[in-house]
């Protein structure tokens, strides 16, 4: 990629953060609730409401208000939480590193296990397996991943006994036990997703297959094969790639109902917590972190589609 | 070299044959022309000479004989080693026919990395060889290039290049100069007249263009309906053609008598 359409690109990335940022700022001004009747009780005297209401910054124009935010979040500052006696990066700080981490794992669980068994369903060529896998994906896909998550709990937790729900341990504190308690959760939003990505793989490929390129593939001696892995790959990964990509907030969004399911002290339940505390400079930073995790790895996947496909690389 | 014998070929979903027992030779250096329109069922017996028709879909019967192997009783594997090294094909469409994501060079030398053990810098020298004879220049720049960063005449030059960089006995054209411009046409036409001239590399050019088959074949089958109805010495179909459909084919070629 040329330096140009880098900078084109990290343009529009700061854009669509500058539009996020101001529609999570925005909307919170307009939903109904007020955090000062959350903190005083809705029996507080409108003397002590405008106290407090100047106290935290909320009598002055949005647009200076907006305006402030957005210069200390540059710098890493969100403010100060109205429920938590702490400032909001503080919080999040711990329950962010688990939710990236959650993520990550589903993503990987996601790439490593859709894309081999994409590529074996493309090429076996056997009627029953194709079924097989067919039927077994309609089913993953069908269930839902908190239901997964609580089908997972009982099994691998409450009859296996392979881990321990509700017993999560921070990553900061012991990152294995961490990963090994996280790898259910992680499973349980990942297996829908990995059932749609092998088969928007398979139907990739199989649109491939019928193309010019790949007779000619063949007209030189090559296998079925070898025409699979040497040129059909690299094309019909491109459309699984953006998939992915688009895929990843959604991931981030299933995070948020899996923790609930098991317990696991991430951004979701904050989140959930926060939206009905009112608890604005927290919900605005969430948002504006989830956005930024998105538009980075859309950002990603661009640059990754445009090695696998030269044509792409055009403007 | 190739000889064909009572070829029949039967798509499973068709009612009729799309090839109704055929016979037609190519020799050694020689270049034939197979004309006919669409549907004729040229293509479909190139298909066959080349084993790209796939098993499942039609039922194929008679011979095809390579140096007097025939082809239709070999086995997958056997097949696989012909294909590219012994008969190699130039498709109608350039553009289509070449992998996007892949350099040019890599598809040039494809077919002597599935069929031969060369190491990858002769490789490199045979494609980079192709290249140059085919008349293209640069051809160290090109072998990194892309196929969409060519022009069509320069793609179907690769394409060509591609099919015989294995010094394959025969070469199937099938409508290789289709999709291109008029001047770029002619000058596909003249490489491979020299490619034959100096290799001795059998042809069979497939195509519906009747002067371009003429120009360029030193005997031609007309195909119409399945069958071949006329075949022989290109300028005597064409003084004197026998057949009523090769009759209505050549009254059909638009000359520019007619117009004054």
Not at chain 1, 108 to 126: Q, Y
Not at chain 2, 30 to 57: D, F, H, Q, R, Y
Not at chain 2, 173 to 187: K, S, Y
């Amino acid at each position: 990629m040329t330096m140009k359409n880098i900078v084109k690109k990290v343009l529009m990335m700061i854009l669509t953060m500058v539009i996020v940022s101001f529609f999570a700022f925005l909307a919170f001004q307009i939903i109904p609730g007020d955090p000062t009747t959350k903190i005083l009780g809705s029996e507080a005297t409108a003397e002590s409401v405008a106290a407090l209401r100047a106290e935290l910054g909320l009598d002055r124009p949005f647009f200076v208000r907006y305006f402030e935010w957005i210069t200390n979040a540059l710098q890493g500052d969100f403010g100060r939480s109205y429920i938590y006696n702490m400032s909001v990066s503080e919080l999040l700080q711990g329950k962010l590193c688990v939710t990236m981490l959650l993520t990550a794992i589903a993503f990987l669980m996601i790439v490593v296990l859709s894309i081999p068994l994409g590529l074996a369903a493309a090429s076996c060529r056997s009627p029953w397996v194709d079924r097989a896998f067919t039927v077994l994906g309609q089913l993953v896909m069908a269930v839902p991943p908190f239901f997964i998550g609580i089908l997972l709990t009982l099994l691998c937790g409450l009859v296996l006994h392979w881990f321990d729900p509700g017993t999560f341990i921070s990553p900061a504190d012991d990152f294995g036990r961490s990963v090994v308690y996280l790898l259910y959760p992680a499973l349980a939003i990942a297996l829908p997703r990995v059932a749609m990505t092998m088969k928007m793989l398979r139907s990739s490929i199989g649109g491939e297959m019928n193309k010019d390129y790949v007779r000619t593939a063949y007209s030189r001696g090559n296998t079925r094969l070898a025409t699979l892995y040497r040129h059909v790959l690299r094309n019909a990964v491109v459309p699984t790639v953006a998939f992915l990509a688009m895929t990843a907030a959604d991931i981030v969004a299933g995070s948020v109902i899996i923790e609930q399911v098991f317990a696991i002290s991430g951004i979701g339940r904050l989140l959930l917590t926060s939206i009905s505390n009112r608890d604005f400079p927290v919900v605005q930073a969430i948002v504006v972190i989830l956005a930024l995790v998105v538009v980075l790895v859309n950002f990603l996947a661009d640059i990754l589609n445009q090695r696998l496909d030269p044509r792409l690389r055009l403007q | 070299m190739l000889e064909i014998h009572d070829l029949h070929i039967r798509f499973h979903d068709a009612d009729h044959e799309a090839v109704r027992g055929i016979d037609l030779t190519v020799d050694t250096g020689e270049i034939v022309g197979l004309v006919g329109e669409s549907g004729s069922g040229k293509t479909v017996t190139a298909m066959v000479i080349s084993s790209l028709m796939p098993l499942n879909k039609a039922a194929v019967t008679g011979a095809v004989l390579l140096d007097g192997e025939d082809l239709l009783k070999l086995d997958e594997k056997s097949m696989r080693k012909k294909q590219g090294s012994d008969i190699s094909v130039v498709f109608q469409e350039p553009m289509t026919a070449m992998n996007p994501v892949m350099r040019i060079g890599p598809q040039v030398e494809e077919a002597l990395r599935v069929h031969t053990d060369l190491p990858k810098t002769e490789r490199r020298q045979r494609a980079l060889q192709a290249l140059r004879d085919v008349d293209l220049d640069n051809v160290e720049e090109l072998y990194n290039k892309y196929p969409h960063q060519l022009s069509g005449g320069m793609l179907q030059r690769v394409m060509i290049a591609a099919a015989i960089v294995s010094e394959p006995k025969l070469l199937l054209a099938d409508e290789p100069t289709t999709a291109l411009d008029v001047t770029i046409q002619a000058q596909i036409l003249e490489l491979l007249q020299r490619l034959n001239r100096e290799r001795g590399m059998s042809i069979l050019f497939i195509s519906h263009n009747l002067n371009v088959v003429r120009k360029l074949c030193s005997r031609v089958a007309v195909m119409e309906k399945g069958l071949i109805v006329e075949q022989g010495d290109t300028e005597q179909v064409f003084r004197e053609p026998r057949a009523p459909y090769t009759q209505r084919l050549i009254a059909a070629i638009p000359t520019r008598k007619k117009l004054w």
